[in-house]
């Protein structure tokens, strides 16, 4: 099948298309039981984006985050998987780019080996999964993919976007809203993905 320039769109993946508080918190929950220290997962969960090591610096010393960091990914695939589920409109989104011939990129700060185990447990018809990227290095796989938009629910899926060359599309799922994202730039600031079909049917207009 030959691919539509122009309408090859990129997705972040927590809080953009998975649910993933459930699961994340109770991974953090289990890692503090093994860990014997205090963590917030209500708090983590309140503002999902960041690098899994960025966050994991917030509540073990330093030397300790490298194996904090492998156990929570060793705890990840059985605990945090079979409870993430589909945003509100992820697999109507995904579907409205398939089937006007686009292709969809998910590219996201998780790393790739439970991101593609998170996308096929929701049963989402993606292309390709990068992960391990975050903010502006988003961009890069984007160019790669031709990604003419890319979707995301945070301010640095905005700069991810603009790296990458692409239409900045948010959805205010995640820790901002539709004004914040809007303030920050976003060409396009949804509520949230049940209104993705919509817009791309009329970009694809445009």
Same mark, same amino acid.
């Given at each position: 099948?030959?691919?539509?320039?122009?309408?090859?769109?990129?997705?972040?993946?927590?809080?953009?298309?998975?649910?993933?508080?459930?699961?994340?918190?109770?991974?953090?929950?289990?890692?503090?039981?093994?860990?014997?220290?205090?963590?917030?997962?209500?708090?983590?969960?309140?503002?999902?984006?960041?690098?899994?090591?960025?966050?994991?610096?917030?509540?073990?010393?330093?030397?300790?985050?490298?194996?904090?960091?492998?156990?929570?990914?060793?705890?990840?695939?059985? =605990?945090?998987?079979?409870?993430?589920? /589909?945003?509100? &409109?992820? %697999?109507? +989104?995904?579907?409205?780019?398939?089937? @006007? *011939? !686009?292709?969809?990129?998910?590219?996201?700060?998780?790393?790739?080996?439970?991101?593609?185990?998170?996308?096929?447990?929701?049963?989402?018809?993606?292309?390709?999964?990068?992960?391990?990227?975050?903010?502006?290095?988003?961009?890069?796989? =984007?160019?790669?993919?031709?990604?003419? /938009?890319?979707? &995301?629910? %945070?301010? +640095?899926?905005?700069?991810?976007?603009? @790296? *990458? !060359?692409?239409?900045?599309?948010?959805?205010?799922?995640?820790?901002?809203?539709?004004?914040?994202?809007?303030?920050?730039?976003?060409?396009?600031?949804?509520?949230?993905?049940?209104?993705?079909?919509?817009?791309?049917?009329?970009?694809?207009?445009?």
């Amino acid at each position: 099948m030959t691919t539509s320039v122009g309408l090859d769109v990129g997705f972040d993946l927590d809080m953009t298309l998975a649910d993933t508080r459930s699961g994340i918190a109770a991974v953090y929950d289990e890692l503090s039981r093994r860990l014997d220290v205090e963590i917030d997962s209500q708090a983590i969960i309140a503002r999902l984006g960041p690098p899994l090591e960025l966050e994991m610096a917030n509540w073990v010393p330093a030397e300790q985050v490298a194996a904090a960091v492998m156990l929570f990914r060793e705890i990840y695939p059985d =605990l945090a998987v079979p409870a993430t589920t /589909a945003m509100a &409109g992820a %697999h109507e +989104a995904v579907e409205a780019v398939r089937a @006007a *011939g !686009g292709r969809v990129i998910v590219v996201t700060g998780k790393n790739v080996h439970d991101a593609r185990r998170t996308v096929s447990w929701l049963g989402l018809k993606v292309d390709e999964v990068v992960g391990s990227v975050f903010g502006a290095a988003k961009g890069a796989a =984007l160019t790669s993919f031709g990604a003419a /938009a890319y979707v &995301g629910d %945070h301010v +640095a899926d905005i700069e991810a976007a603009r @790296a *990458g !060359g692409a239409i900045s599309v948010t959805v205010a799922t995640g820790p901002y809203t539709v004004g914040e994202l809007r303030d920050h730039g976003a060409d396009v600031a949804l509520g949230d993905l049940t209104e993705f079909a919509t817009w791309f049917g009329d970009w694809r207009q445009v």
